[in-house]
Protein backbone atom coordinates (compact mmCIF):
# COMPACT_ATOMS: atom_id res chain seq x y z
CA UNK A 1 0.00 0.00 0.00
CA UNK A 2 1.67 3.40 -1.17
CA UNK A 3 -0.02 6.16 0.79
CA UNK A 4 2.30 8.72 -0.93
CA UNK A 5 1.13 8.21 -4.51
CA UNK A 6 -1.94 10.26 -3.63
CA UNK A 7 -0.41 13.29 -6.20
CA UNK A 8 -3.52 15.48 -6.36
CA UNK A 9 -1.67 16.88 -9.90
CA UNK A 10 -2.00 13.67 -11.44
CA UNK A 11 -5.49 12.16 -9.68
CA UNK A 12 -6.92 15.72 -10.29
CA UNK A 13 -6.58 15.60 -13.88
CA UNK A 14 -7.72 11.89 -14.34
CA UNK A 15 -10.54 12.39 -12.07
CA UNK A 16 -11.80 15.46 -14.00
CA UNK A 17 -11.49 12.98 -17.35
CA UNK A 18 -13.56 10.94 -15.77
CA UNK A 19 -16.00 13.35 -14.84
CA UNK A 20 -16.60 14.69 -18.73
CA UNK A 21 -16.31 10.91 -20.06
CA UNK A 22 -19.41 9.96 -17.83
CA UNK A 23 -21.37 13.50 -18.85
CA UNK A 24 -21.46 11.91 -22.32
CA UNK A 25 -21.77 8.42 -22.03
CA UNK A 26 -24.30 7.41 -19.42
CA UNK A 27 -27.03 9.84 -21.87
CA UNK A 28 -25.66 8.04 -24.25
CA UNK A 29 -25.77 4.53 -22.76
CA UNK A 30 -28.75 4.49 -21.20
CA UNK A 31 -30.20 5.65 -24.96
CA UNK A 32 -28.18 2.52 -25.91
CA UNK A 33 -29.59 0.17 -23.27
CA UNK A 34 -32.83 1.43 -24.60
CA UNK A 35 -32.51 0.31 -27.95
CA UNK A 36 -30.95 -2.65 -27.09
CA UNK A 37 -27.55 -2.62 -29.03
CA UNK A 38 -25.34 -2.77 -25.87
CA UNK A 39 -22.33 -3.79 -28.14
CA UNK A 40 -22.57 -0.85 -30.69
CA UNK A 41 -20.11 1.45 -28.21
CA UNK A 42 -17.61 -1.83 -28.23
CA UNK A 43 -17.70 -1.97 -31.48
CA UNK A 44 -17.31 1.98 -32.57
CA UNK A 45 -14.81 2.19 -29.87
CA UNK A 46 -12.29 -0.55 -31.58
CA UNK A 47 -13.22 0.46 -35.11
CA UNK A 48 -11.74 4.26 -33.52
CA UNK A 49 -8.54 2.31 -32.37
CA UNK A 50 -8.19 0.51 -35.47
CA UNK A 51 -8.12 3.92 -37.51
CA UNK A 52 -5.31 5.46 -34.84
CA UNK A 53 -3.27 2.44 -35.44
CA UNK A 54 -4.20 3.01 -39.31
CA UNK A 55 -3.04 6.40 -39.14
CA UNK A 56 0.24 5.04 -37.39
CA UNK A 57 1.03 2.73 -39.82
CA UNK A 58 1.02 5.28 -42.45
CA UNK A 59 3.77 7.43 -40.81
CA UNK A 60 1.34 9.87 -38.96
CA UNK A 61 2.47 10.50 -35.31
CA UNK A 62 0.51 8.36 -32.88
CA UNK A 63 -0.09 10.75 -30.13
CA UNK A 64 -0.58 14.04 -32.63
CA UNK A 65 -3.89 15.46 -34.67
CA UNK A 66 -2.78 12.11 -37.87
CA UNK A 67 -4.08 9.79 -35.22
CA UNK A 68 -7.20 12.24 -34.29
CA UNK A 69 -8.56 12.18 -38.03
CA UNK A 70 -7.47 8.18 -38.22
CA UNK A 71 -9.66 7.42 -35.80
CA UNK A 72 -12.40 10.04 -36.35
CA UNK A 73 -12.52 9.10 -40.05
CA UNK A 74 -12.42 4.94 -39.03
CA UNK A 75 -15.25 5.80 -35.90
CA UNK A 76 -17.77 8.09 -38.64
CA UNK A 77 -17.24 5.39 -41.21
CA UNK A 78 -18.03 2.66 -39.01
CA UNK A 79 -21.09 4.85 -37.91
CA UNK A 80 -22.53 5.08 -41.17
CA UNK A 81 -21.88 1.46 -42.08
CA UNK A 82 -24.12 0.44 -39.13
CA UNK A 83 -26.68 2.58 -39.82
CA UNK A 84 -26.86 0.72 -42.94
CA UNK A 85 -26.59 -2.21 -41.15
CA UNK A 86 -29.25 -1.54 -39.10
CA UNK A 87 -32.27 -0.68 -42.10
CA UNK A 88 -31.07 -3.86 -43.84
CA UNK A 89 -30.66 -6.31 -41.37
CA UNK A 90 -32.67 -5.31 -37.87
CA UNK A 91 -33.22 -8.48 -36.79
CA UNK A 92 -29.79 -9.20 -36.37
CA UNK A 93 -28.74 -6.07 -35.90
CA UNK A 94 -26.45 -7.07 -32.43
CA UNK A 95 -24.84 -10.08 -34.04
CA UNK A 96 -23.35 -8.30 -37.12
CA UNK A 97 -22.38 -5.58 -34.70
CA UNK A 98 -20.17 -8.00 -32.67
CA UNK A 99 -19.17 -9.11 -36.23
CA UNK A 100 -17.93 -5.75 -36.85
CA UNK A 101 -15.96 -5.89 -33.25
CA UNK A 102 -14.05 -8.64 -33.93
CA UNK A 103 -12.66 -8.05 -37.29
CA UNK A 104 -11.74 -4.46 -35.50
CA UNK A 105 -9.93 -6.40 -33.19
CA UNK A 106 -7.87 -8.54 -35.30
CA UNK A 107 -7.42 -5.81 -38.17
CA UNK A 108 -5.91 -4.44 -35.22
CA UNK A 109 -3.88 -6.97 -34.32
CA UNK A 110 -2.60 -7.84 -38.24
CA UNK A 111 -1.51 -3.80 -39.01
CA UNK A 112 0.93 -4.35 -35.46
CA UNK A 113 2.14 -7.58 -36.38
CA UNK A 114 5.59 -6.71 -37.41
CA UNK A 115 5.62 -3.76 -35.09
CA UNK A 116 8.00 -3.86 -32.42
CA UNK A 117 5.98 -1.90 -29.71
CA UNK A 118 2.72 -3.19 -31.17
CA UNK A 119 1.92 -5.11 -28.15
CA UNK A 120 2.30 -1.58 -26.27
CA UNK A 121 0.29 0.16 -28.87
CA UNK A 122 -2.44 -2.20 -28.52
CA UNK A 123 -2.46 -2.33 -24.89
CA UNK A 124 -2.54 2.01 -24.84
CA UNK A 125 -5.69 1.86 -26.71
CA UNK A 126 -7.08 -0.57 -24.89
CA UNK A 127 -6.37 0.01 -21.84
CA UNK A 128 -5.82 3.81 -22.01
CA UNK A 129 -3.78 6.07 -20.15
CA UNK A 130 -6.26 8.14 -17.82
CA UNK A 131 -2.87 9.05 -15.60
CA UNK A 132 -1.15 10.80 -18.61
CA UNK A 133 -3.87 13.35 -19.46
CA UNK A 134 -3.10 17.19 -18.31
CA UNK A 135 -6.15 20.23 -17.66
CA UNK A 136 -5.22 21.80 -21.32
CA UNK A 137 -5.30 18.41 -22.74
CA UNK A 138 -9.06 18.14 -21.54
CA UNK A 139 -10.01 21.55 -22.79
CA UNK A 140 -10.96 20.57 -26.49
CA UNK A 141 -12.60 17.20 -25.00
CA UNK A 142 -14.96 19.43 -22.99
CA UNK A 143 -15.52 21.65 -25.52
CA UNK A 144 -16.56 19.08 -27.60
CA UNK A 145 -18.69 17.11 -25.19
CA UNK A 146 -20.83 20.56 -24.44
CA UNK A 147 -21.38 20.38 -28.09
CA UNK A 148 -22.38 17.09 -27.90
CA UNK A 149 -24.63 17.25 -25.01
CA UNK A 150 -26.40 20.59 -26.19
CA UNK A 151 -27.11 18.52 -29.22
CA UNK A 152 -28.31 15.28 -27.21
CA UNK A 153 -30.84 17.29 -24.92
CA UNK A 154 -31.59 19.72 -27.13
CA UNK A 155 -32.45 17.92 -30.23
CA UNK A 156 -32.06 14.30 -29.23
CA UNK A 157 -35.53 13.56 -31.01
CA UNK A 158 -34.79 15.25 -34.39
CA UNK A 159 -31.49 13.46 -34.97
CA UNK A 160 -32.65 10.08 -36.61
CA UNK A 161 -30.81 7.05 -36.84
CA UNK A 162 -27.94 8.61 -38.61
CA UNK A 163 -27.82 11.69 -36.71
CA UNK A 164 -27.43 9.22 -33.61
CA UNK A 165 -24.89 7.25 -35.08
CA UNK A 166 -22.66 9.87 -36.15
CA UNK A 167 -23.12 11.53 -32.44
CA UNK A 168 -21.84 8.14 -30.94
CA UNK A 169 -19.27 8.05 -33.33
CA UNK A 170 -17.72 11.51 -32.66
CA UNK A 171 -17.73 10.88 -28.83
CA UNK A 172 -16.54 7.76 -28.72
CA UNK A 173 -13.64 8.99 -30.88
CA UNK A 174 -12.55 11.35 -28.25
CA UNK A 175 -13.18 9.01 -25.40
CA UNK A 176 -11.03 6.27 -26.90
CA UNK A 177 -8.13 8.68 -27.10
CA UNK A 178 -8.66 9.93 -23.60
CA UNK A 179 -9.41 6.72 -21.52
CA UNK A 180 -9.00 3.62 -24.26
CA UNK A 181 -11.52 1.29 -25.28
CA UNK A 182 -12.18 -0.88 -22.28
CA UNK A 183 -13.44 2.48 -20.13
CA UNK A 184 -15.33 3.47 -22.39
CA UNK A 185 -17.27 0.47 -23.14
CA UNK A 186 -17.82 0.53 -19.36
CA UNK A 187 -18.91 4.11 -18.99
CA UNK A 188 -21.12 3.94 -21.37
CA UNK A 189 -22.88 0.14 -20.36
CA UNK A 190 -22.56 0.26 -16.55
CA UNK A 191 -24.06 2.92 -15.21
CA UNK A 192 -26.64 3.27 -17.47
CA UNK A 193 -27.23 -1.08 -16.16
CA UNK A 194 -27.37 0.32 -12.74
CA UNK A 195 -29.79 2.21 -13.17
CA UNK A 196 -32.32 0.62 -15.77
CA UNK A 197 -35.66 0.93 -15.38
CA UNK A 198 -35.66 4.41 -13.96
CA UNK A 199 -37.10 7.56 -15.77
CA UNK A 200 -35.89 10.77 -15.95
CA UNK A 201 -33.61 12.68 -13.88
CA UNK A 202 -34.09 9.82 -11.49
CA UNK A 203 -32.29 7.32 -13.82
CA UNK A 204 -29.87 9.89 -15.07
CA UNK A 205 -28.81 11.20 -11.68
CA UNK A 206 -28.49 7.25 -10.38
CA UNK A 207 -26.31 6.29 -13.35
CA UNK A 208 -24.39 9.41 -12.75
CA UNK A 209 -23.54 8.25 -9.58
CA UNK A 210 -22.89 4.72 -9.72
CA UNK A 211 -19.96 5.86 -12.55
CA UNK A 212 -18.33 9.07 -10.29
CA UNK A 213 -18.33 6.48 -7.52
CA UNK A 214 -16.66 3.91 -9.74
CA UNK A 215 -14.14 6.28 -10.92
CA UNK A 216 -13.61 7.52 -7.70
CA UNK A 217 -12.56 4.24 -6.17
CA UNK A 218 -10.63 3.39 -9.13
CA UNK A 219 -8.42 5.88 -8.50
CA UNK A 220 -8.26 5.93 -4.93
CA UNK A 221 -6.82 2.06 -5.08
CA UNK A 222 -5.10 1.95 -8.30
CA UNK A 223 -2.92 5.03 -6.36
CA UNK A 224 -3.06 2.71 -3.03
CA UNK A 225 -1.63 -0.24 -4.74
CA UNK A 226 -0.45 0.80 -8.10
CA UNK A 227 -2.67 -1.08 -9.64
CA UNK A 228 -3.35 -0.31 -13.85
CA UNK A 229 -5.66 2.62 -13.58
CA UNK A 230 -8.37 1.91 -16.58
CA UNK A 231 -8.49 -1.80 -15.69
CA UNK A 232 -9.18 -1.35 -11.98
CA UNK A 233 -12.01 1.71 -12.52
CA UNK A 234 -13.50 -0.96 -15.08
CA UNK A 235 -13.95 -3.12 -11.90
CA UNK A 236 -14.95 -0.16 -9.66
CA UNK A 237 -17.34 0.38 -11.49
CA UNK A 238 -18.72 -3.37 -12.37
CA UNK A 239 -18.94 -3.69 -8.50
CA UNK A 240 -20.45 -0.76 -7.40
CA UNK A 241 -23.29 -1.22 -10.28
CA UNK A 242 -23.60 -4.81 -8.82
CA UNK A 243 -24.10 -3.67 -5.58
CA UNK A 244 -27.29 -0.58 -6.29
CA UNK A 245 -28.51 -3.10 -8.76
CA UNK A 246 -28.51 -5.79 -5.50
CA UNK A 247 -30.13 -2.89 -3.37
CA UNK A 248 -32.40 -2.27 -6.10
CA UNK A 249 -33.61 -5.29 -6.09
CA UNK A 250 -33.78 -6.05 -1.94
CA UNK A 251 -36.15 -2.65 -1.71
CA UNK A 252 -38.54 -3.89 -4.31
CA UNK A 253 -38.81 -7.03 -2.83
Known amino acids: MNAEAFDLSILGPAFLAGILVLATHVPLGREVLARGIIFIDLAIAQVSGLGVIAADQLGLELAGF ?17 TWIERLYPEILEALIGVLFVLAATGAILLLANDPHGGEALNDILVGQILWVTPGSLVPIALLYAGVLALWFGAASKLGRVGFYLLFAVTVTASVQLVGVYLVFASLIVPAVAARGLPGARGLGLA ?15 ALFDLPTGPIIVWSLATLAMGVMAGRRWLRA
Do not use: Q, R
Not at 66 to 82: I, Q
Open 66 to 82: GSEVGAGVAAVGGALLL
Open 208 to 222: LAVGLGGYVAGLVLS
